[in-house]
């Protein structure tokens, strides 16, 4: 069979990457990835050499979205603001994007793990840095990044098991501007003191 001129790797690995968020990484085959895209497995065996090729692809281009939303927020060049511009980006997908909890589920697969600690470090320098650029010395920002990226990774939770909860603070113009508020805001960090 030739060569499918109109599918590319990417494309293959994209694919893949939203079908792992839809069933997990087990969802991740072949044959159904090939009649989703509507192509044949000759198609696919141009660009990989096997299935575990593929979840490696996706996984890749998944560390990439991480690159890419860095990227983005960088256009910002205020910290508080780039700080609720990102929340917000990352908050409201989660709530469409199951690949997260998918990659947090199988967390202790070996092509899974080191990507998923690159890109949790990635991002946790990330937002460290960008409380860092607020004001925050080191020890803070960290501590402020851990607890950002802890709060995301909630709400990617209830998204996924319980997204009634999310459905009024949502609704709320406010509510992630609350959280991003109780994350800057020193006044209020140490009540009762």
């Not at 575990?52 to 939303?69: H, S």
């Not at 470090?121 to 920002?141: H, M, N, P, S, W």
């Amino acid at each position: 069979m030739g060569k499918d001129t109109r599918l590319s790797a990417d494309d293959w690995a994209a694919e893949a990457l939203t079908v792992l968020g839809e069933k997990g990484l087990t969802g991740v085959a072949v044959e159904p990835i090939a009649a989703r895209l509507g192509a044949t497995k000759g198609s696919f065996y141009w660009h990989f050499a096997n299935r575990n090729a593929l979840v490696e692809a996706a996984l890749a281009r998944w560390e990439q979205v991480t690159e890419g939303i860095v990227t983005a927020m960088d256009e910002e060049p205020d910290p508080k603001r780039r700080l609720r511009r990102l929340f917000r980006h990352v908050v409201t997908g989660a709530t469409s994007n199951g690949v997260e909890l998918a990659l947090l589920g199988t967390a202790d697969d070996p092509r899974v793990a080191p990507v998923l600690r690159r890109v949790t470090q990635r991002r946790l320098r990330y937002v460290a840095d960008t409380f860092a650029a607020i004001g925050f010395d080191e020890r803070a920002a960290r501590q402020r990044a851990v607890l950002a990226y802890t709060a995301y990774l909630g709400h990617v939770q209830l998204a996924s098991t319980a997204p009634d909860e999310l459905a009024e603070p949502m609704a709320d113009p406010d509510y992630l501007d609350l959280v991003v508020d109780g994350l800057v805001h020193t006044g209020l960090d140490r009540l009762g003191e």
